[in-house]
């Protein structure tokens, strides 16, 4: 996982926190955040806002995933004792195709739905 965060520090992001269940990242020009998780394979979280903002990103998503860690994301009811923060989690197999899809996400605009 260490490529990729280098990459990011390299394009502008900085890790704003880290914790066992993931890296947290701001991408200082924009101000979206993103989470890595520490997987086998690179999993990047984005903010449910920016994917559900773009039908082909949701499409294109491994799915939901709620974890407290997410401290920059919304919440939702999960089924659980209460609202937790959740966001779309993408896997990828390279450093590098995880770094073109960041790079790509960050066109996304961001609407609240």
């Known amino acids: 996982m260490g490529n990729i965060i280098k990459r990011l520090i390299d394009a502008g992001y900085r890790v704003t926190n880290v914790t066992k269940k993931s890296t947290e990242l701001e991408h200082g020009p924009s101000g979206k955040y993103l989470y890595l998780l520490p997987n086998k394979t690179i999993t990047v979280v984005l903010d449910p806002l920016t994917v559900e903002a773009d039908k082909e990103l949701e499409r ?27 966001g779309y989690a993408f896997r990828f197999s390279s450093a590098e195709e995880a770094f073109t899809f960041i790079q790509h996400a960050l066109t996304v605009p961001t609407e609240k739905i």
């Not at 860690?69 to 919304?74: E, L, R």
């Open 60 to 86: 294109a998503s491994a799915g939901m995933n709620h974890n407290t860690s997410f401290k920059q994301f919304p919440v939702r009811d999960n089924g659980g004792a209460g609202p937790i923060t959740y």
